[in-house]
């Protein structure tokens, strides 16, 4: 049992790790006037005890609203989930808040860690004082559904996100965050989910009625099967659903997932549709006050914790200098732009784009489809706990400790490597992009779900090696 800082503790307990959130008062909702509504959110912390981030009013409550309880609904949805962990997996649905000064970005994943929703929330829709930037988690228990679902856009609602209130009408109410389970796949998602968005392609733009007409198709529950591929292919103005491939179809596993979209499609113009040969999917959603992102693994049955997309990059040694420097230069900002970056810096762009998917592993950093670029934010997680709860990366380490790695060079920086195994060797051959094991992890996946443990362990004695 371990405990970091004064506002949360971290326990990690077999396959959870339980986070503990103090917040200095119920999140309420109150009235002091019939003209006048404000809704106050509890925080957990942030870079000071419990600062205001920002306070001020939405331009658009119930445009605003809508969004806010549609990624709330997400939070708390299974599109997959094993029967003799579900219970255990309701408690972990909190969204997490930045501000970065210009901005509120509102991050959570589904209950069972297949879909990750963001809503971005920008200037437009937001009036008032940006006083702090920094990250922290807010509660959202029936009682507050219930006041954001009540909201119309002529009423005056302000919001203060920190230690003082936001106030709404409806009486007073409270709503109170309880201690949460928050499981190990979370940790692990987020920084798999920043990964796995950088590599994503704009595919297609659809206008949003259009989308809005197949969603009105799609079942509540998926009753295909969790790893069944349909395709939205282009179609006129619009799009159709097929079951064969085209080439201009975006390929989608277990696609009735899309239907948490369907409450929101009203305020959307178009719909910007985003892939990777991955079979992740991404759907960005631009509005007038920001933007909403909903990004879906390869099938309901897969989670983004289990992927491993970000392993290599975990693998890499931290205490680097450009890795330094690129940590030292993040100030909340926006956007972060590797060419401007690498002119301040005095650094090659491989490296610090190299350096900004490190980061992503570290929770320091997401990712924007809209922008195609990094932001910074902080996670309020410790995540230096992911590389230690990834059993990949513990078996990695635990060969090269026991020195089960021959390690030769090609020309142009190839890896061959030979891996002891349980069985015989393992031959792993590494190149700039991509890689190969002859274990049966790499021959059932194919690297899809990220490098082997033989693969990491090649990888971190080439490390080791150029530090000589």
Not at 126 to 149: C, E, H, Q, Y
Not at 308 to 334: D, H, N, P
């Amino acid at each position: 049992m371990g405990r970091t800082g004064g506002t949360a503790g971290f326990f990690i307990l077999a396959a959870t790790v339980s986070v503990e959130y103090q917040y200095p008062f119920a999140s309420v909702l109150v009235s002091d006037a019939p003209s006048k509504r404000h809704l106050q959110l509890a925080t957990s912390g942030g870079i000071e005890k419990n600062p205001y981030f920002f306070t001020g009013q939405f331009r658009n409550p119930k445009r605003v609203a809508d969004f806010l309880l549609n990624l709330s609904a997400i939070s708390r949805t299974r599109f997959f989930s094993p029967g003799e962990i579900r219970e255990r997996m309701l408690a972990a649905a909190d969204p997490v808040v930045t501000s970065d000064g210009r901005r509120l970005r509102f991050e959570v994943f589904s209950v069972c860690s297949g879909v990750y929703a963001r809503l971005d929330l920008n200037e437009r829709g937001l009036d008032g004082d940006w006083i702090s930037k920094g990250t922290t988690n807010v509660d959202f228990n029936p009682p507050m559904r219930s006041a954001l679902s009540s909201l119309m856009n002529s009423d005056q609602v302000s919001l203060r996100v920190g230690a003082d209130r936001v106030e709404i009408e409806h009486g007073e109410h409270a709503v109170v965050e309880k201690q949460v389970k928050l499981p190990v796949r979370w940790l692990k998602s987020f920084v798999e989910v920043q990964v796995y968005q950088s590599k994503l392609k704009p595919q297609m733009e659809v206008p949003a009625l259009e989308l809005a007409k197949v969603l009105r198709t799609l079942p509540q529950q998926n009753i295909l099967q969790a790893g069944t591929i349909t395709y939205l292919t282009p179609q006129d103005r619009g799009v159709r659903l097929s079951q064969r491939e085209s080439a201009a179809a975006v390929p989608i596993g277990a696609i009735s997932r899309l239907k948490a979209l369907e409450p929101i499609m009203k305020h959307v113009g178009a719909v910007r549709v985003h892939s990777s040969p991955h079979a992740i999917t991404a759907f960005e959603l631009p509005f007038e006050d920001g933007s909403f992102h909903f990004v879906m693994s390869p099938n309901a049955a897969r989670g983004f914790s289990g992927e491993g997309q970000a392993l290599s990059e975990l693998a890499q040694k931290l205490g680097t200098e450009a890795l330094a420097r690129v940590r030292s230069a993040l100030v909340w900002q926006e956007k972060l732009d590797p060419a401007k970056l690498s002119a301040d810096l005095g650094l090659p762009e491989e490296e610090i784009t190299a350096a900004l998917q490190v980061l992503g592993t570290r929770g320091l950093v997401g990712f924007d489809l809209a922008e195609q670029a990094f932001f910074h934010r902080e996670l309020p997680f410790d995540l230096e706990l992911v590389e230690e709860l990834h059993p990949r990366m513990q078996k990695a380490r635990e060969i090269v400790h026991d020195s089960g790695v021959r390690l030769s060079r090609k020309n142009g920086g190839e890896i061959e490597a030979y891996i002891k195994g349980s069985q015989g060797d393992h031959y792993v051959q590494i190149t700039a992009d991509n890689f190969r094991c002859t274990c049966d992890w790499f021959a059932k996946h194919q690297g899809e779900r990220g490098p082997c443990s033989h693969v990491l362990a090649a990888e971190l004695c080439a490390q080791a090696e150029e530090e000589k």
